[in-house]
Nanobody, 121 residues
Framework: QVQLVESGGGSVQAGGSLRLSCAAT?????MAWFRQAPGKEREGVAV???????RYADSVKGRFTISRDNAKNTLYLQMNSLKPDDTAMYYC??????????????????WGQGTQVTVSS
């Protein structure tokens, strides 16, 4: 069973940057970031496969970059030009499903506890 631990969340002003990290007990085929704001459904932010294929939600394209270090079993999310709408709990997720690039939460079996990101205007 994969264990995931996120870090790097915090509070930042609009336009600022944060880098999230997720330490995993081993690197799955697919790793992703999801987020959930109060009163909203969990949404996929970005996904990356072990061969480097990536996919982003339209709302973060051009601002967020997902990457992974397979040797360190670590996933990253560089977030630039942050907006108040990016405020949410961010979760790391892992999957060995071939359908993981659809960025749907149902295809991810393993989840971290989350790290809070708050962006003020």
């Amino acid at each position: 069973q994969v264990q995931l631990v996120e870090s790097g969340g915090g509070s930042v002003q609009a336009g600022g940057s944060l880098r999230l990290s997720c330490a995993a007990t081993y690197s799955s085929y697919c790793m992703a970031w999801f987020r959930q704001a109060p009163g909203k459904e969990r949404e996929g932010v970005a996904v990356i496969t072990s061969d480097g294929t990536t996919r982003y939600a339209d709302s973060v394209k051009g601002r967020f970059t997902i990457s992974r270090d397979n040797a360190k079993n670590t996933l990253y999310l560089q977030m630039n030009s942050l907006k108040p709408d990016d405020t949410a709990m961010y979760y790391c997720a892992a999957s060995d499903s071939w359908y993981c690039t659809r960025l749907q939460s149902t295809t991810f079996a393993y989840w971290g506890q989350g790290t809070q990101v708050t962006v003020s205007s």
